[in-house]
């Protein structure tokens, strides 16, 4: 019954893979979202996805890929991965695209690129 | 773009006490803002949100308070307990473009 779910929960990789985090909500929400934080705590926002259609790309590199396969669903496909990457990765969901509702997170994906 | 408080201070209280931990959010435009609370291994989890037009939320055991003035931003938590050692976040809306993080503040709950 969890509502903001995400796999897998860590991920070590070797530099130059291709990887995906996946990530499915089942609070019937309409925005979903990729955060990226940091070693220091810091998030950011990645991607939103409002219905399907992508609103936001805050300057990712384009080696990121997000897929949105349904509203139900959001994931994140990164090509040829740099030590840079490592990270942990939330996906999170919320109901309208406007900012003016909380984010629901899933607990995060720790990729460490060695 | 301005980033919300942006360092990881720590603040430390004895259990019982009350915590306060202070925000600094950027953009006067913003009218939503959202306290999150981060435990070691989880996502972030909200807790509480306050929308512009109102200067004080209340919930169980926890108040946000707004000023608008000085665009800051608290979030008290009474009587503090073991169980609210985390990592607090508070996130302004940028005037509805995005969700901005800030830096967030540890705290930390001594028996």
């Known amino acids: 019954d969890t509502a903001v779910s995400q796999t897998p929960k860590y991920l070590v990789t070797q530099m130059g893979n291709d990887k995906s985090i996946k990530c499915e909500q089942n609070?019937?929400?309409?925005?979903m979202y990729w955060y990226k934080q940091d070693s220091k705590k810091f998030l950011k926002i990645m991607f939103s996805?409002?219905?399907?259609?992508?609103?936001i790309n805050e300057t990712v590199p384009n080696r990121f890929s997000p897929k949105s396969p349904d509203k139900a669903h959001l994931n994140l496909h990164i090509n040829s991965l740099e030590l840079g990457d490592s990270a942990v990765y939330f996906c999170?969901?919320?109901?309208?695209?406007?900012?003016?509702?909380?984010?629901?997170f899933g607990n995060g994906t720790r990729l460490t690129v060695t | 773009g301005e980033s919300v408080g942006l360092h990881l201070p720590t603040l430390s209280v004895q259990e019982g006490d009350n915590s306060i931990i202070n925000c600094a959010y950027s953009?006067?435009?913003?009218?939503?803002f959202i306290w999150y609370k981060q435990e070691s291994g989880k996502g972030p989890q909200f807790i509480i949100d306050?929308?512009?037009?109102?200067d004080k939320r209340q919930g169980q055991r926890v108040t946000v308070l707004l000023n608008k003035t000085v665009k800051h931003l608290s979030l008290q938590i009474a009587a503090t307990q073991p169980g609210d050692s985390a990592v607090y976040f508070c996130?302004?809306?940028?005037?509805?473009?995005?969700?901005?993080f800030g830096g967030g503040t540890r705290l930390m709950v001594k028996p």
């Open positions: 999170a969901s919320s109901q309208g695209g406007g900012f003016n509702s909380p984010l629901h």
């Open positions: 609070l019937g929400h309409d925005t």
């Open positions: 996805y409002n219905n399907k259609e992508l609103i």
């Open positions: 953009n006067s435009a913003s009218d939503y």
């Open positions: 306050i929308r512009s037009n109102m």
């Open positions: 996130a302004e809306n940028n005037a509805g473009n995005m969700l901005t």
